[in-house]
């Protein structure tokens, strides 16, 4: 039986310390924005750390070498609406070739079943490597949904970006889908009763967007 896809945890102290600010519930909507944008771009650098790359030929001031580049247009970003937008920028940053895909998802509050309400993905998906975007894996719920949904696309490979994870959404993801590798900077206690991560830092979407 092939092992599941690895969790990698970002434990790059400058993730860690600005997830610190994050998560203290007096910080301002707009230093939460700035430092969800600052610290997508740090976890873009080990999310794409194995991407392929090609040679191309260059002149330096010297001589003509056989330089890689990255093919930035293989790669979409696919957001789990809302939140994973603010992850969003910040990818782009890094990687400003990319291309985009949404999906939109919202969590039924009673029975905490992912709904969908949106769906849009760039063509030939089948050259792609997407990378999908939510800062909360909770229940696992949407993640398992927004993956069960882009696989029909049959995207090349598929990553999970997750700013902080519960150990209850990890073991779903794992179990529905071992081939995605999950990245996230934390894997916090658990859930609460309302699906919430603690320690975690709240909802991601009030505070990215001061609905709260
Ligand atoms: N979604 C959030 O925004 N926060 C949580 O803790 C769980 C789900």
């Known amino acids: 039986m092939t092992p599941p896809a690895p969790v990698h945890v970002i434990d790059h102290p400058l993730v860690q310390h600005k997830l610190t600010l994050m998560r203290q519930k007096d910080l301002s909507t707009s230093s939460f924005r700035r430092l969800?944008?600052?610290?997508?771009?740090?976890?873009?650098?080990?999310?794409?750390?194995d991407m392929p790359t090609q040679?191309?030929?260059i002149e330096t001031p010297l001589e003509t070498m056989q330089a890689p580049v990255i093919e930035g247009r293989k790669t979409v970003f696919v957001v789990i609406m809302r939140a994973g937008s603010g992850f969003l920028d910040g990818m782009l940053e890094v990687v400003p070739g990319a291309r985009v895909g949404h999906i939109g998802l919202y969590r039924d509050p009673k029975t905490l079943v992912a709904v969908e309400y949106y769906f849009k993905m760039p063509h030939n998906m089948d050259e792609r490597d997407a990378i999908v975007l939510d800062p909360m894996l909770a229940t696992g719920n949407s993640a398992v949904?927004?993956?069960?949904?882009?696989k029909e696309t049959k995207p090349k490979s598929i990553r999970f970006v997750s700013l902080v994870a519960a150990p209850e959404g990890i073991d779903n993801m794992r179990r529905h889908h071992p081939d995605v590798p999950i990245y996230t900077a934390a894997i916090d206690r658990g859930l609460n009763?309302?699906?919430?991560i603690v320690p975690g830092l709240g909802d991601a979407g009030d505070?990215?967007?001061?609905t709260k």
């Open 207 to 210: 505070r990215l967007f001061g």
């Open 145 to 150: 949904a927004a993956v069960d949904r882009l």
């Open 55 to 57: 040679l191309i030929e």
């Open 36 to 49: 969800l944008h600052e610290i997508s771009m740090l976890m873009a650098y080990e999310v794409t750390r």
């Open 193 to 196: 009763e309302h699906g919430y």
